[in-house]
């Protein structure tokens, strides 16, 4: 394919379709990252409690987002195929499974919490200032499963510009939260810690509220007939979702092996790992956008058959993340300095902050090309490939790298490490895209033909 079966219409339908999802988590992934710099200003202790809980947090958003794959996959494939009827009682079935699976997950992750933190290296005083923050972050943690399910829903359906919308009203809410419920006003003294996490329980409270009432009005939903359709439909979506939630559980159980690794390096090395964890999900907040808005139209093409277009929209959204990223790395990793200032006022946590920028963002480059891969895998029938490079993404590329890296150089070796393995995991990504678009646009154009 040349480029010029990239049309102009192509590209400013494409970014119709992202660019109200790319506002919407800019806001909220902003929102994440200015909590935790609120948070850095009680000192280094409560960031690094914060910190040791990222990887628990990241396995309920890995859940969520399996959950939130299929949903996407089978609703835009139902509807390419034009079988609304079907479309309406998949939607309350994925809004109902979802809801009781992220519920149980988070009644696990409170009663094993003990266990749980002490394997990661938190020690005593970290585990008591984690207790009391845990409950309302696992809180906050369904009610934003469930405002992703709807929004799912919504961006199913072709509606992106809603959902985004959302996303931004709820993080300017959290935003307005976060200091009032964290240090206090006038005479109250503030949460501390838990206040962080009580602004997320109410921002996405008001948030799924007005999603819930908005669906009142659309077609969506069934009553009747879910029995019938779970019996038919609980095999391939769950050989949809049953892949795509190992592989988003993947980067958690990555994130708690990689912070058992930082916590060896000191508390100041796990506050500094904290920060650029939640910068690194900013910087990527494009391509984070693109797995969300691009999967349903990828499904409708692969319900439709239409693999030539597939392809047209694949060369499109891998072109758009490799200039992107690369730009917004360079700068990032220029501006390292000023921003480890910003965002904490720890000279300690500041200086290793400053390494880990700077080595970073210029690899999400690479990093975006692969999460854009796995998650149009998922859309497009091949949710075991997308698994598989998931796995040798996180435990071929990027975690022997930059555990060697921490033992050869210690947070910079571990930074140079990360490094490397996020670029090793993009081009093992980039060449399986290729194969597989070429081989399925060679078979549908000669059964066309």
Same mark, same amino acid.
């Given at each position: 394919?040349?480029?010029?079966?990239?049309?102009?219409?192509?590209? %400013?339908?494409?970014?119709?379709?992202?660019?109200?999802?790319?506002?919407?988590?800019?806001?909220?992934?902003?929102?994440?990252?200015?909590?935790?710099?609120?948070?850095?200003?009680?000192?280094?202790?409560?960031?690094?409690?914060?910190?040791?809980?990222?990887?628990?947090?990241?396995?309920?958003?890995?859940?969520?987002?399996?959950?939130?794959?299929?949903?996407?996959?089978?609703?835009?494939?139902?509807?390419?195929?034009?079988?609304?009827?079907?479309?309406?009682?998949?939607?309350?079935?994925?809004?109902?499974?979802?809801?009781?699976?992220?519920?149980?997950?988070?009644?696990?992750?409170?009663?094993?919490?003990?266990?749980?933190?002490?394997?990661?290296?938190?020690?005593?005083?970290?585990?008591?200032?984690?207790?009391?923050?845990?409950?309302?972050?696992?809180?906050?943690?369904?009610?934003?499963?469930?405002?992703?399910?709807?929004?799912?829903?919504?961006?199913?359906?072709?509606?992106?510009?809603?959902? =985004?919308?959302?996303?931004?009203?709820?993080?300017?809410?959290?935003?307005?939260?976060?200091?009032?419920?964290?240090?206090?006003?006038?005479?109250?003294?503030?949460?501390?810690?838990?206040?962080?996490?009580?602004?997320?329980?109410?921002?996405?409270?008001?948030?799924?509220?007005?999603?819930?009432?908005?669906?009142?009005?659309?077609?969506?939903?069934?009553?009747? =007939?879910?029995?019938?359709?779970?019996?038919?439909?609980?095999?391939?979506?769950? =050989?949809?979702?049953?892949?795509?939630?190992?592989?988003?559980?993947?980067?958690?159980?990555?994130?708690?092996?990689?912070?058992?690794?930082?916590?060896?390096?000191?508390?100041?090395?796990?506050?500094?790992?904290?920060?650029?964890?939640?910068?690194?999900?900013?910087?990527?907040?494009?391509?984070?956008?693109?797995?969300?808005?691009?999967?349903?139209?990828?499904?409708?093409?692969?319900?439709?058959?239409?693999?030539?277009?597939?392809?047209?929209?694949?060369?499109?959204?891998?072109?758009?993340?490799?200039?992107?990223?690369?730009?917004?790395? %360079?700068?990032?990793?220029?501006?390292?300095?000023?921003?480890?200032?910003?965002?904490? =006022?720890?000279?300690?946590?500041?200086?290793?902050?400053?390494?880990?920028?700077?080595?970073?963002?210029?690899?999400?480059?690479?990093?975006?090309?692969?999460?854009?891969?796995?998650?149009?895998?998922?859309?497009?029938?091949?949710?075991?490939?997308?698994?598989?490079?998931?796995?040798?993404?996180?435990?071929?590329?990027?975690?022997?790298?930059?555990?060697?890296?921490?033992?050869?150089?210690?947070?910079?070796?571990?930074?140079?490490?990360?490094?490397?393995?996020?670029?090793?995991?993009?081009?093992?990504?980039?060449?399986?895209?290729?194969? %597989?678009?070429?081989?399925?646009?060679?078979?549908?154009?000669?059964?066309?033909?």
């Amino acid at each position: 394919m040349t480029n010029r079966g990239l049309s102009p219409s192509l590209g %400013v339908i494409f970014w119709r379709q992202t660019w109200p999802m790319a506002i919407g988590a800019l806001a909220l992934l902003s929102f994440q990252l200015v909590d935790s710099a609120f948070v850095a200003r009680l000192g280094t202790a409560p960031l690094a409690a914060q910190s040791f809980t990222f990887p628990l947090s990241f396995l309920i958003i890995g859940v969520q987002v399996g959950l939130g794959i299929a949903i996407a996959a089978q609703i835009s494939r139902a509807l390419g195929a034009g079988e609304t009827a079907r479309v309406r009682r998949l939607g309350s079935l994925v809004l109902l499974a979802g809801g009781v699976c992220i519920a149980l997950l988070v009644v696990l992750l409170w009663w094993a919490q003990e266990a749980i933190f002490i394997r990661l290296g938190a020690d005593a005083a970290t585990r008591v200032l984690i207790r009391d923050y845990w409950a309302p972050q696992l809180l906050a943690g369904w009610l934003g499963a469930m405002f992703y399910f709807f929004n799912s829903l919504f961006r199913a359906h072709g509606n992106t510009r809603l959902p =985004g919308m959302m996303m931004a009203l709820m993080s300017l809410v959290n935003l307005a939260l976060d200091p009032l419920l964290i240090f206090g006003l006038g005479p109250w003294s503030g949460l501390g810690l838990p206040g962080a996490a009580w602004a997320s329980v109410i921002a996405f409270s008001g948030g799924l509220l007005f999603l819930v009432n908005q669906l009142r009005g659309r077609d969506w939903l069934a009553r009747h =007939g879910l029995g019938e359709e779970l019996a038919a439909s609980a095999r391939p979506f769950f =050989g949809i979702a049953g892949p795509a939630m190992v592989s988003q559980l993947m980067p958690p159980l990555a994130a708690m092996l990689a912070i058992i690794v930082v916590a060896g390096l000191g508390e100041s090395a796990v506050a500094a790992w904290g920060l650029a964890s939640r910068l690194e999900t900013l910087a990527l907040v494009l391509v984070l956008a693109m797995t969300m808005s691009l999967p349903p139209w990828l499904g409708r093409c692969y319900g439709a058959g239409d693999w030539q277009q597939v392809r047209r929209l694949m060369r499109l959204a891998l072109r758009v993340v490799m200039i992107w990223q690369l730009g917004l790395g %360079v700068m990032l990793a220029v501006l390292a300095p000023g921003l480890a200032q910003l965002l904490t =006022g720890s000279p300690d946590v500041q200086a290793e902050l400053t390494l880990l920028i700077r080595f970073l963002p210029p690899s999400y480059t690479a990093l975006g090309v692969c999460m854009l891969v796995i998650s149009a895998g998922n859309a497009l029938g091949l949710p075991l490939r997308a698994m598989l490079m998931s796995a040798v993404r996180l435990f071929v590329c990027y975690l022997p790298c930059l555990w060697l890296g921490a033992v050869w150089g210690g947070l910079a070796g571990l930074a140079v490490g990360a490094a490397i393995g996020n670029v090793l995991a993009g081009l093992l990504a980039w060449q399986l895209i290729r194969l %597989v678009l070429t081989r399925r646009t060679s078979r549908s154009t000669a059964k066309s033909g």
